[in-house]
């Protein structure tokens, strides 16, 4: 279902240019839990800012890029600069989503002060609204210490890709009791600290019952079962760009088949010397 916006011309000294429409806002994030799921989807570029904003609540700028847009082997490699160009595009791209930027590896988890650096940093180069950061207990006083300072801070608990060289692999989370009670921990951790949101990711359906149930903020499920507050895919998974996705991704379209089959349509009409033909070729007058 689509969003209907409201166009708001006015200015004040709060919002000094008129802005399009209003976006939207943490406490309204907030007011969610238990609501209509909240929607989100990763974006990169501004092109797919404009074509998901009207349908989201939240875009993600999501350190998937770094597999997604530039063939890295993981997130781990990904930089705040990069991080930085990708947000800023998604900022001008949408008018309607909150948009979530996520702090790539090594940029916040040596002290709350370099985490403040760093997230202060990424939102005055993009315009986003609140950073997302990986890590469970271990990174509570550092989103208490953001939280505090102005900063909302997205959690991000169960799998947790940049910590793959630890974890050993992408596969689901939390199947032992054990490791199930320290992502209950961990989400709850983070709750305390103040987090808005949480991103709950690969886990077994009934860590994310139990985490949706005891936390206050939203929690956001990616291969975390339908009992979360809403629900994220990156978005080339969910258009189908790619062959192999995980067994949690629901692909709507076959984005791969899409863009191959116009590249070798397009190679073959130049080959043919079909293309450029009359309608795209100048005359003189
Ligand atoms: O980087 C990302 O795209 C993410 C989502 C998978 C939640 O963190």
């Known amino acids: 279902m689509s969003t209907t916006f409201t166009i708001d011309s006015s200015t004040s000294r709060a919002t000094p240019v008129s802005a399009p429409m209003k976006r939207v806002t943490v406490p309204a994030v907030r007011k969610r839990k238990g609501a209509e799921p909240l929607v989100m989807l990763t974006a990169y570029t501004v092109r797919n800012a404009q074509l998901f904003d009207p349908h989201c609540d939240l875009l993600l700028v999501g350190d998937s890029l770094g597999q997604v847009i530039y063939g890295l082997p993981s997130t781990v490699p990904v930089t705040l600069e990069m991080m930085a160009a990708h947000g800023a595009a998604v900022v001008r791209g949408s008018y309607h989503a909150m948009v ?18 760093s997230a202060a940093w990424l939102l005055k180069q993009t315009g986003a609204a609140a950073v997302k950061l990986e890590g469970g207990a271990a990174m509570a006083p550092t989103v208490k210490f953001l939280v505090d300072r ?61 985490l949706t ?70 005359q003189p007058k």
Do not use: W
């Not at 979530?100 to 650096?117: L, N, R, T």
């Not at 630890?166 to 305390?192: F, N, P, S, V, W």
């Not at 709950?200 to 139990?210: D, L, N, R, T, Y």
């Not at 949690?248 to 033909?277: I, N």
């Open 100 to 117: 979530v930027i996520d702090m790539p590896f090594g940029s916040y988890e040596a002290s709350p002060e370099k985490a403040f650096e």
């Open 150 to 210: 102005g900063i909302p801070v997205m959690g991000h608990v169960g799998l947790t890709p940049q910590a793959v060289n630890m974890l050993g692999g992408y596969g689901a989370r939390g199947r032992t009791q054990e490791e199930a009670a320290k992502i209950i921990d961990d989400g709850q951790a983070i709750d305390r600290a103040g987090a808005f949101a949480m991103v709950v990711e690969g886990v077994v359906e009934p860590i994310a019952i139990e």
């Open 213 to 282: 149930r005891t936390v206050e903020c939203v929690t956001i499920g990616i291969g975390a079962s339908a009992h979360c507050d809403g629900q994220v895919l990156v978005a080339e998974d969910m258009l189908g760009l790619f062959e192999r996705t995980p067994r949690f991704v629901k692909r709507y379209g076959d984005m791969a088949s899409f863009v191959s089959g116009c590249a070798e349509a397009y190679a073959d009409e130049v080959r043919s010397r079909a293309f450029p033909g009359p309608a795209q070729t100048y």
